[in-house]
């Protein structure tokens, strides 16, 4: 039996060709799409006492007019309409624009329900709404959805609506009941009109409550499918590297390796020996050493006859690991460097050494991955600051037919067990623990701006022999700005230091032959002061530099913050880190406090997830993490790991293909592409 909820929602009362291109914009095909767009807010009609309600906030009042409205009309089109109600015992203003019709509805003695802005000091209303008659009448919770310019919330309503009244009989349940009864979980067709028409707050959130396991399960069941999948079916992929080799190599460098970073070396390489493709995150705190961990990885690769790739965020980065590696490396092995940069005759070599095979180690930015690059016998791939990468920049290797295995890294602290949940298909590795021998970089808090004090501590840690960096006041709506603010800078600091103190400047403007440059004279410490943006904040390693400022710390998240501090405090002398922010709240004061107080990236991670809350976590957006609809992660932390669990014990019981209770959800996950199709990467 076809099932009414796939139909086109051109089948919805109202909605004409021109209205279904405009919905189809928005993501919405089928009626089951429609049913299925929850608000992202609502709007609450509850009138409050005046007493309670919020300055400058929304509000909705009731009250009685005391006279006629008032229209003044000015320039063409434009009017405002005044209107003065008893509200409880005080006289409310209310003022309309634009809506002089209004006047013709309204007259002195009618109750009336207008929501609005609220204006506290003046008892004033400035209307968005407004009704006849008293607030019981009206619905109590109105739905807000996202929208397209093309299409306005009213409409959607109304077709929403529409929909609900003549399909929502067909929504089914599709949890097993066990789970429905013992997380007492509304049942889903109830819930699905809840999300968009609550009758209450409470009914609301459990039916919130619902759809976030429901999405979460779902989630885990695929996610944890496809990993079964693909460790069935990814065979004849062990990569049996040459140990004696190996073991040279790890000797030749000029340290042990620390505890946790043999560790997170032993998983890897097991993962490689294993006939099934890794697909492992390797987190650890900037400096921790898994640069180091990542090239013993792509070396026994290599061993095997095998081409590796490092893929980078940044060309700096590329360069200053090619750099690092050569050396590391020595003739060991071939090494190109392949970014965007590199062009016309140079590239065309590089690309053809690719080709026939006479490079084993492959480091780049994106350029990468582009359609030009054939790479031969790909067998193991390392993609830094993966927060950084694309999830379809990932695909493109996929499909162009090669199957590495693949190492994500990140210094992005995520505490452990959220990384295990939230990624799902990939294992976790961690290093927590420093080399030996690194002092903590002490950090300090000063209100405002570059003091005298704080010139003069860089000055005397130049006299030292060290450098410093200074990271620019950030202005995020304007790239433009943002490097006028470095230059302005620049051009301050160049003048108050000592003439022989060479000041240094670095943005996103300058090209990457300049960029370079800077980069060299700044290891090479022909520059003291290097001023930049934002743009040193990955992996950038120069161990002589002590000092880090950063502007406008406040404006940062505590992990970014981390990032950057993790410039200084490479090398053997102390290192210093001064935040200068005037931060307004108390929650940015704490904020300062805390990364005066700890070093340790993943304590600051959980401060970070305490105090700003979900959304601003990662930067969700640019986090290759999995985005849902109504869950969060970070939120709906235990829901995650709930779901996970019990995904993972219906798929060790084999539940989907006995059970009869299960078979809704099974088709649900049949549905997926990517296992149907059985398209693994
Ligand atoms: P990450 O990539 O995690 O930020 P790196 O691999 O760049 O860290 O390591 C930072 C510095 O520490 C490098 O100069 C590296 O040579 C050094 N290093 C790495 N591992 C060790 C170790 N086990 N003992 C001492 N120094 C190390
Ligand atoms: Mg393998």
């Known amino acids: 039996m076809k099932?009414?909820?796939?139909?086109?929602?051109?089948?919805?009362?109202?909605?004409?060709?021109?209205?279904?291109?405009h919905l189809n914009e928005l993501g919405l095909f089928s009626i089951n799409d429609l049913l299925f767009y929850f608000p992202f807010r609502y709007d609450s009609y509850e009138v409050k006492p005046l007493t309670e309600l919020a300055h400058e906030e929304k509000a909705t009042i009731e009250g009685q007019l005391t006279s006629d409205p008032v229209v003044q009309f000015y320039g063409k089109k434009k009017s405002r309409l005044t209107m003065t109600l008893q509200v409880e015992q005080f006289a409310v203003k209310a003022v309309m624009f634009n809506r002089a019709f209004a006047k013709k509805q309204l007259s002195a003695g009618d109750t009336v329900t207008i929501t609005g802005k609220w204006d506290q000091h003046r008892l004033q209303i400035t209307v968005s709404n407004y009704k006849k008659g008293a607030a019981e009448d009206q619905e109590p919770i109105q739905p807000v959805y996202t929208l397209k310019e093309s299409i306005t919330l009213v409409t959607l309503r109304k077709v929403i609506k529409e929909?609900?009244?003549?399909?929502?009989?067909?929504?089914?349940?599709?949890?097993?009941?066990?789970?429905?009864?013992?997380?007492?979980?509304?049942?889903?067709?109830?819930?699905?009109?809840?999300?968009?028409?609550?009758?209450?707050?409470?009914?609301?959130?459990?039916?919130?409550?619902r759809f976030i396991y429901e999405e979460f399960l779902l989630f885990q069941l695929k996610m944890q499918l496809l990993r079964k999948l693909q460790r069935e079916l990814t065979t004849g992929n062990a990569?049996?590297?040459?140990?004696?080799?190996?073991?040279?190599?790890?000797?030749?460098?000029?340290?042990e390796l620390t505890g946790a970073q043999k560790r997170a070396l032993s998983e890897i390489l097991k993962d490689m020996k294993n006939p099934y493709r890794m697909n492992r995150l390797l987190q650890g705190d900037v400096g921790s050493g898994k640069t180091a961990v990542a090239a013993i990885a792509l070396y026994a690769s290599i061993t095997t006859g095998r081409q590796a790739a490092l893929m980078v965020p940044t060309e700096i980065l590329a360069e200053q690991h090619a750099d690092s590696l050569k050396e590391m490396f020595g003739e060991r092995i071939?090494?190109?460097?392949?970014?965007?940069?590199?062009?016309?005759?140079?590239?065309?070599?590089?690309?053809?050494?690719?080709?026939?095979?006479?490079?084993?180690?492959?480091?780049?930015?994106?350029?990468?991955?582009?359609?030009?690059?054939?790479?031969?016998?790909?067998?193991?791939?390392?993609?830094?600051?993966?927060?950084?990468?694309?999830?379809?920049?990932?695909?493109?290797?996929?499909?162009?037919?090669?199957?590495?295995?693949?190492?994500?890294?990140?210094?992005?602290?995520?505490?452990?067990?959220?990384?295990?949940?939230?990624?799902?298909?990939?294992?976790?590795?961690?290093?927590?623990?420093?080399?030996?021998?690194?002092?903590?970089?002490?950090?300090?808090?000063?209100?405002?701006?570059l003091t005298e004090k704080v010139l003069a501590f860089i000055q005397k840690q130049i006299r030292l022999g060290h450098q410093a960096y200074v990271i620019c006041p950030l202005i995020e709506e304007s790239d433009q700005l943002d490097i006028q603010n470095a230059i302005d800078l620049y051009n301050q600091l160049a003048q108050v230091f000592e003439p022989d103190i060479i000041v240094g400047l670095m943005h996103g403007r300058l090209t990457n032959e300049e960029k370079e440059e800077v980069m060299q004279s700044f290891a090479a410490n022909r520059v003291q002061v290097l001023v930049s943006t934002t743009v040193v904040e990955v992996g950038v390693n120069v161990p002589n530099a002590t000092?880090?400022?950063?502007?406008?710390?406040?404006?940062?998240?505590l992990s970014q913050l981390h990032q950057l501090r993790g410039r200084v405090g490479r090398g053997s002398e102390q290192s210093y880190c001064i935040l200068l922010a005037d931060p307004k709240g108390d929650v940015g004061k704490e904020r300062m406090r805390i990364m005066t107080e700890t070093t340790?990236?993943?304590?600051?991670?959980?401060?970070?997830?305490?105090?700003?809350?979900?959304?601003?976590?990662?930067?969700?957006?640019?986090?290759?993490?999995p985005e849902f609809k109504v869950g969060d992660m970070v939120h709906d932390y235990r829901a995650l790991e709930t779901a996970r669990q019990d995904a993972a014990q219906i798929i060790s019981e084999g539940l989907l293909e006995t059970s009869e209770e299960y078979r809704m959800l099974k088709q649900m996950i049949e549905k997926d592409e990517h296992i149907s199709g059985k398209v693994l990467d």
């Open 3 to 21: 099932n009414r909820l796939d139909l086109p929602i051109s089948e919805v009362k109202g909605i004409g060709e021109k209205l279904q291109a």
């Open 163 to 209: 929909a609900l009244e003549e399909y929502l009989e067909d929504v089914r349940e599709i949890l097993p009941q066990d789970k429905v009864l013992s997380y007492k979980l509304p049942e889903r067709r109830q819930a699905v009109e809840q999300m968009h028409y609550p009758k209450t707050r409470t009914m609301l959130k459990h039916s919130k409550r």
């Open 239 to 255: 990569q049996n590297y040459h140990n004696d080799r190996l073991t040279e190599f790890v000797q030749s460098l000029p340290f």
């Open 334 to 449: 071939r090494i190109v460097l392949l970014t965007g940069s590199v062009k016309g005759k140079r590239r065309k070599e590089i690309l053809q050494d690719i080709k026939e095979h006479k490079a084993d180690l492959i480091i780049g930015t994106h350029a990468l991955i582009q359609d030009e690059v054939d790479f031969q016998q790909l067998g193991f791939v390392i993609v830094d600051e993966q927060h950084r990468f694309g999830v379809n920049q990932r695909r493109t290797l996929r499909d162009k037919g090669l199957h590495p295995d693949v190492l994500f890294m990140t210094a992005t602290p995520i505490p452990r067990t959220l990384a295990i949940t939230a990624f799902g298909d990939m294992d976790v590795s961690v290093i927590d623990e420093m080399p030996a021998g690194r002092k903590p970089v002490e950090t300090y808090w000063v209100k405002g701006q």
């Open 547 to 557: 000092v880090m400022v950063i502007h406008d710390a406040e404006r940062f998240g």
């Open 600 to 625: 340790d990236g993943f304590e600051l991670s959980e401060q970070d997830l305490k105090l700003r809350g979900p959304g601003d976590f990662f930067g969700r957006k640019q986090s290759g993490l």
